[in-house]
């Protein structure tokens, strides 16, 4: 089955830097990649997705990547604020036949330094 | 606020004990899904549902049992309970099986 391995597990930079965050995957025919942020106590929210047809996608001060060959997609978020503090989570699903199985990182916990 | 609704948010309850959570999902969404959050385990899938009918399953312990009902709510049935059980479910919706899941704000689970 997949496996997504998230990388680093912690993370702190200053307010203003830019922060990045990769995970890989070990299945090809996940084609789905969404990336949610939770803060302390509360649900996962959905940030940002990017399916595998897509080399990038970006939201404001936020950006993914995605390298189909290398099986490993990135999430960039510049400028950072002191509420982007949380942890954010990859995630990879093979979005066919009709079910989505997300299968998430180990998360990274983002820490913005005013 | 995501639309998803789960009760209760919080259960306390006693090793080999049963307990139902329960979830609506989004006025629309016909998709409900299950996750484990624990310290250990970080985020796991456990079971995905499409209008009442089962659509993927993930590492959902015998122990555990779900249903989609006629109205769409969801049930996720934990029984048994063990120590090790104790974690956040969360419940996620979405209008059709392969489109963007909303997470509602979890039920943490604590056994004692």
């Known amino acids: 089955g997949e496996n997504v391995e998230q990388h680093p597990s912690t993370l702190s930079v200053q307010e203003g830097d830019s922060a990045v965050i990769k995970c890989t995957y070990s299945?090809?025919?996940?084609?789905?990649f969404p990336w949610y942020k939770q803060e302390l106590g509360k649900r996962p929210q959905l940030i940002i997705d990017?399916?595998?047809?897509?080399g990038e996608k970006k939201d404001q001060r936020i950006a993914v990547t995605l390298n189909k060959t290398a099986k490993h997609f990135s999430l960039h978020i510049t400028e950072t604020q002191p509420e982007d503090s949380a942890v954010y989570f990859c995630a990879a699903s093979n979005r066919g036949q009709g079910a989505q199985k997300l299968v998430f990182g180990q998360g990274t916990r983002l820490t913005i330094n005013p | 606020d995501s639309g998803v609704t789960q009760t209760p948010k919080h259960l306390i309850t006693a090793t080999g004990q049963r307990v139902t959570l329960r979830c609506s999902p989004r006025?629309?969404?016909?998709?409900v899904y299950w996750y484990q959050q624990s310290l250990d385990q970080g985020l796991q899938f456990l079971i995905q549902y499409y209008n009442g009918e089962e659509r993927a399953k993930g590492n959902i312990l015998e122990r555990f049992s779900a249903q989609q009902f006629p109205d769409l709510h969801s049930e996720l049935n934990l029984s048994s309970l063990e120590l090790g059980d104790s974690a956040l479910y969360f419940c996620?919706?979405?209008?059709?099986?392969?489109?963007?899941?909303?997470f509602g704000q979890g039920t943490r689970l604590t056994v004692v």
């Open positions: 990017i399916r595998s047809n897509v």
């Open positions: 299945d090809s025919a996940s084609n789905y």
């Open positions: 006025s629309g969404d016909l998709s």
């Open positions: 996620a919706s979405s209008v059709g099986p392969t489109t963007e899941a909303f």
